[in-house]
């Protein structure tokens, strides 16, 4: 029998069975893959061993391992720059729109065509092969090679350039120049060259080689106000691509780097020469040997004769704009009336380019913009840079650049809204608004200041001032937008000093309401739209919103008394037109990055800025320098043999002594409460006693009598 205290074995049911085995079989299986794992790093291990390097060469490969590291890194950062670029290939970039618009000039002559002219294309199979071959042994030699940027052609063009010395060869693929156009402006930055290298990737693996070869033939800008090859085939010999012989088909590759350089209705000896570049390359490329070229350099291309009237492509390209906003739908092939004036355009243009010619090495600058409206609102001139041919880019109505004391007159006029007076004095001593702490230009302390002066001698603690501890930023900014200005402006307080950033037509625009009575609503282009049948589809005069005020009579008359006296003793002396009463405003941003000078008369507004697209600075040049004698240029022409309009709330177009003489009597008013002011702070630094005895002095010597002079021999005597 068992004793009761004896411990019997229990049974164990199927599932704890199972259990266990599994538990066994998960043991063992670790157990297994461990002793792998470890046999598989040994021999991996012993195998690595092979490839271990010393010495010398074992900081080869760090070096190598450290470079790829970085450049992993260094192209993810790339990719993240380009990031914005590849945004704008979301939308429908292959449509030009169905625009065909000429333009016609305020006195109906043609200036130039939009729309159609980009859209008559060829397709590339029918061109003749001697026009492919021109185009890509000048443009591409390695362009069916490459993959959108070629490697091989960027470092020939390197070391040609820098045997040269010069910029001799360019170094961007077709896929390149066609992604520039496309999508990107012609601002030299690196993150532009950035964007353009990976569009141009992108481009390539999106399309054929045959549809970028055809984009760019369509779309390239070839001088005389035509885009692509097309068009330009029949504005300079008057036939179809199809038809061109190869000296003629030279010529045309010659124009695609330098369209205005070497158009040849504006200058055709020098397309000649080019042509004949165009010639010794496809020779040396291998495309055509010197005899099949022979025959093309001893005959070159005739043109048809289209004049010297240059196309005024600025203009257009924002009139097109303009049109598109205005036309009804279904309306699109027009003849657009437009406000253009041939004549002032050229003296805008003449200006900008003579003053940069002249000065552009001592400033440092090299790019310029203005426009100019007439006091009904009409745009008469719009120069957007000095080469339409190398920029298409339009920097009077597409560049944001900070404006600097230029911005100050919207300032001056929400303080004037609010009943202050040119005779009203403020504080230009030091100021701190939120740890901002603006200076004036030469650094000092202005003191207290009438507000005439303080705009006359651009005092920038003044404005400051006014906005911080009068008027505030919302009613600031709101009116320089009830004065027509589109840019999008900055609600911080560093705006008052011009930090935000302003188109030149935003500018002329603005500073056009203090010469048209305080009212806004009237800039326009486009005077009408016509159907080509000659149907009257838009007539500004008709259906444009009628102009309303924004500036009260009162501040009109105040603001403009002020702007007229910076011209006559303030930072715009150089703008002063022969007696003429001048009104405007002067503007310098940080490290001299941006000119400006926006000034009007009772006739014209015209708005200039200067500066470089790289945003370097220029050397120490101002508002009052170059852009005010850029301006002065232009308006001393614009203004001859017209009827000379006042200024409004100024009783004469004519200069006479009231406005010098009341800008002078608020200096020299400011000068002596200056010094009283001085003479009230400056601490004694002679006694009482001391003054007293100097001043008994002085009595003594006014009261003892004159001496008569020796002669001349007493005098030698004395010696």
């Known amino acids: 029998m068992a004793s009761p205290l004896e411990r019997r074995p229990r049974r164990r049911g199927p599932i704890a069975a199972a259990l266990l085995a599994v538990d066994a079989w998960i043991d063992s299986s670790l157990y297994e893959i461990g002793f792998k794992a470890g046999q598989f790093w040994e021999s991996a291990t012993i195998f690595s061993r092979r490839f271990r390097v010393t010495g010398w060469r074992r900081g080869i490969i760090e070096v190598l391992s450290e470079g790829f590291t970085m450049g992993a890194g260094g192209f993810v950062v790339l990719l993240a720059l380009a990031m914005p670029a590849f945004q704008i290939t979301t939308g429908d970039w292959r449509s030009q729109g169905d625009f065909a618009v000429t333009f016609l000039d305020r006195y109906g002559n043609e200036i130039g065509q939009r729309g159609i002219i980009q859209r008559d294309s060829v397709p590339v199979d029918e061109m003749p092969d001697h026009v492919i071959k021109a185009v890509l042994a000048t443009e591409d030699r390695r362009f069916f090679e490459h993959y959108g940027i070629d490697v091989l052609g960027l470092s020939r063009a390197i070391f040609e350039n820098v045997r040269a010395n010069s910029v001799v060869q360019g170094g961007s693929s077709i896929t390149q120049q066609l992604a520039k156009n496309l999508f990107l402006s012609n601002e030299r930055t690196l993150q532009r060259k950035i964007k353009e290298a990976f569009l141009s990737l992108w481009l390539e693996a999106n399309l054929s080689k045959k549809e970028i070869l055809q984009l760019y033939l369509d779309r390239a800008y070839m001088g005389g106000g035509t885009f692509g090859i097309e068009a330009a085939a029949d504005f300079y010999f008057g036939k179809s691509v199809k038809d061109l012989n190869l000296a003629e088909a030279a010529m045309l590759a010659g124009l695609f780097k330098a369209p205005t350089k070497y158009a040849p209705h504006i200058n055709l000896p020098a397309a000649r020469a080019r042509a004949n570049v165009v010639l010794s390359n496809l020779v040396d490329s291998g495309f055509m040997t010197e005899g099949q070229v022979l025959q093309a350099r001893l005959h070159p291309a005739e ?247 924004v500036l009260s009579e009162q501040a009109l008359i105040y603001m403009n008394t002020m702007l007229a006296a910076v011209p006559a003793i303030g930072t715009a002396r150089r703008a002063q037109l022969p007696n003429i009463v001048v009104a405007g405003k002067t503007g310098t941003t940080q490290s001299y990055r941006d000119a400006w000078f926006v000034g009007f008369t009772g006739n014209y507004t015209a708005a200039v800025w200067l500066g470089n697209d790289d945003f370097t600075p220029t050397r120490n040049m101002t508002g009052g320098t170059l852009p005010a004698m850029v301006w002065q240029r232009l308006m001393v022409y614009a203004h001859q043999n017209i009827d000379l309009k006042p200024i409004p709330g100024l009783d004469k177009p004519f200069v006479d002594e009231e406005i010098a003489a009341k800008a002078g009597e608020a200096e020299k008013k400011n000068a002596d409460q200056a010094a009283a002011d001085a003479a009230a702070e400056r601490p004694p630094v002679l006694s009482s006693r001391t003054t007293q005895t100097l001043r008994e002095m002085t009595k003594v010597f006014q009261a003892a009598p004159v001496l008569s002079a020796p002669s001349a021999p007493e005098t030698l005597s004395a010696l």
Do not use: C
């Open 303 to 549: 043109i048809v004769d289209r004049g010297e009237q240059k196309s005024p492509d600025y203009f257009l390209d924002w009139a097109f704009d303009e049109v598109k906003k205005i036309a009804k739908p279904g309306q699109h092939s027009l003849v657009a009336h437009t406000t253009f004036d041939a004549n002032i355009q050229k003296a805008a243009e003449e200006s900008v380019e003579f003053h940069l010619r002249q000065f552009g090495k001592e400033y440092n600058v090299t790019e310029g913009a203005v426009v100019v409206i007439e006091t009904n609102g009409a745009v008469r001139a719009i120069v957007g840079g000095r080469d339409y041919g190398a920029s298409q880019f339009n920097r009077a109505t597409k560049a944001l650049r900070q404006t600097g004391s230029s911005f100050k007159p919207y300032v001056y006029a929400t303080a004037m809204e609010h009943g202050f007076t040119p005779d009203s004095v403020v504080s230009g001593g030091p100021i701190s608004w939120g740890g901002w702490s603006p200076h004036n230009y030469n650094g000092g302390s202005a003191g207290n200041v009438t507000l005439i002066t303080a705009i006359a001698k651009s005092i920038n603690t003044v404005p400051v001032r006014l906005a911080k501890d009068y008027l505030g930023i919302g009613p600031i900014k709101a009116m320089a937008e009830s004065f027509g200005v589109e840019s999008p402006l900055e609600s911080h307080k560093t705006m008052v000093l011009g930090t935000s950033g302003m188109t030149v037509m935003d500018q002329a625009t603005g500073y056009s309401v203090f010469a048209q009575n305080g009212f806004v609503g009237s800039r326009h282009g486009i005077t009408q739209l016509v159907t080509r049948t000659g149907d009257v589809v838009y007539d500004f005069a008709k259906d444009a919103p009628a102009p309303h005020r």
